[in-house]
Nanobody, 117 residues
Framework: VQLVESGGGLVQAGGSLRLSCTASGNIFRINVMGWYRQGPGKQRELVAV???????NYADSVKGRFTISRDNAKNTVYVQMNSLKPEDTAVYYC????????????WGQGTQVTVSS
């Protein structure tokens, strides 16, 4: 299984970005798909996740600004990030809990998001 991310970049404070992540491989079912981030000198933290039952969970710091969505037919998860702040600067990692012949956690390679003030 491979997770491939796209959509990071440099944006000014108040701007928007959309990240995409597509899973490929011998996938039977994607249980959870979402995003984590790791800022400079910080631990990796949850941003937003979406379950196969369409429930979502957001970090308090992004509620009302970020929206996660999934295209199950394409094994793809998106996060629309609006009203970006400098403190959103981080490497954003796609995460998925996927069942193939067994269930495991997978991570993307990370994509840099930089928000300038």
């Amino acid at each position: 299984v491979q997770l491939v991310e796209s959509g990071g970049g440099l944006v000014q404070a108040g701007g928007s970005l959309r990240l995409s992540c597509t899973a490929s491989g011998n996938i039977f079912r994607i249980n959870v798909m979402g995003w984590y981030r790791q800022g400079p000198g910080k631990q990796r933290e949850l941003v937003a996740v979406s379950t196969s039952g369409d429930s979502t969970n957001y970090a308090d710091s992004v509620k009302g600004r970020f929206t996660i969505s999934r295209d199950n037919a394409k094994n793809t998860v998106y996060v629309q990030m609006n009203s970006l702040k400098p403190e959103d600067t981080a490497v954003y990692y796609c995460y998925a809990n996927i069942h193939t012949s067994y269930t495991a956690n997978y991570w993307g390679q990370g994509t840099q998001v930089t928000v300038s003030s």
